[in-house]
């Protein structure tokens, strides 16, 4: 069943009630501040907290060969595709450029099978080709994410930035990767190019 949102200064919430407004850029604190939104009332599901964070691959290619335009339409399409497959106390956020993160409700006690299974439905929804501006488009989607269940004692912030450092490994390691936070990744990242001070430095940002 097609789930609404309406806007907020962090994103959209589950809302059957109103028209689905463009989804507006927001940034790390409104993503924390999403999963401390979820946890409200929740607080003994502290560690079935968990974030999503999913990116669009070859993004500046699109925009390139259509126009800006077209890039925001198919970032409305991507939001209104995975809102689907939402729950009520899940948030979905646009982050930078053609990533976006999901506050996922405690309620849904994901443990690392079930994340990894609905990473893979985030895929599969946008495996159906875009229409845009007369073309169609085949859309490549690399998912990251990261369970408090597999952190120590996380607060929201540590939530963002391990599923944010997940999906700079997604990313690096090619096509249509879905990729799970864990303290080996956090090992990887510190010891190899310097790539965990990029990792700050962009969330930062």
Do not use: W
């Not at 790390?28 to 939104?37: G, T, W, Y």
């Amino acid at each position: 069943m097609a789930r609404s949102r309406t806007r907020s200064k962090k994103g959209f919430r589950h809302n059957t009630n109103h028209a689905t407004p463009r989804l507006e850029k927001a940034g790390r604190a409104a993503f924390v501040d999403a999963i401390e939104h979820a946890l409200s009332g929740n607080k003994r599901l502290q560690q079935a907290a968990a974030a999503i964070v999913f990116e669009l691959e070859d993004f500046r290619k699109i925009k390139e060969l259509h126009d800006c335009d077209a890039g925001e339409t198919l970032l409305d399409a991507t939001r209104d595709r995975v809102s689907e497959l939402l729950i009520e106390g899940d948030e979905i956020l646009r982050l930078d450029g053609p990533r976006f993160g999901i506050a996922l409700s405690p309620l849904r006690r994901l443990d690392l099978e079930g994340a990894i299974q609905l990473a893979t439905r985030i895929q599969h929804t946008m495996a159906d080709p875009v229409q845009l501006q007369g073309c169609h488009l085949y859309i490549i989607v690399s998912v990251s994410f990261a369970l408090a269940s597999r952190l120590d004692c996380p607060t929201p912030a540590d939530l963002v930035r391990a599923a944010s450092v997940a999906q700079f490994e997604a990313v690096r390691d090619g096509a249509n990767a879905i990729r799970s936070y864990s303290n080996a990744m956090h090992q990887r990242m510190v010891t190899h190019n310097g790539l965990f001070d990029e990792v700050q430095k962009a969330l930062e940002s």
